[in-house]
Nanobody
Framework: QVQLVESGGGLVQDGGAPRLSCAAS????????MGWFRQAPGKEREFVAT????????YYADSVKGRFTISRDNAKNTVSLQMNSLKPEDTAVYYC???????????????????WGQGTQVTISS
């Protein structure tokens, strides 16, 4: 069982660059694929970024590529999402998710993640 707790959201002024963090419980964090997803009002939850259990392998949604950066610290059981060059359409509840790697390197589908955090609201104020 893995428990995930996000932090770092809130109201972001124009030009801001928030950093979301997700703290995970468990002793096998390094073997998990970690992901960030988001859900805007009236929309389905969508993939944002994922970090593989293999070093330095990440993958991003086209909508955030070049603006957001996912990183993980296996020693601290944390995964972060640095958000830059924000747009109003980035406003959403952001969720951290985890799934055991098994034979996979990265996972982008919502339904393939086993554990979810409670979410943190990010609101972009222009």
């Amino acid at each position: 069982q893995v428990q995930l707790v996000e932090s770092g959201g809130g109201l972001v002024q124009d030009g801001g660059a928030p950093r979301l963090s997700c703290a995970a419980s468990g002793r096998t964090f390094s073997s998990y694929i970690m992901g960030w997803f988001r859900q805007a009002p009236g929309k389905e939850r969508e993939f944002v970024a994922t970090s593989s259990w293999r070093p330095d392998i990440t993958y991003y949604a086209d909508s955030v590529k070049g603006r957001f950066t996912i990183s993980r610290d296996n020693a601290k059981n944390t995964v972060s999402l640095q958000m830059n060059s924000l747009k109003p359409e980035d406003t959403a509840v952001y969720y951290c998710a985890a799934t055991e790697a098994r034979t996979r390197v990265i996972v982008t589908q919502v339904h393939m993640y086993d554990y979810w955090g409670q979410g943190t609201q990010v609101t972009i104020s222009s």
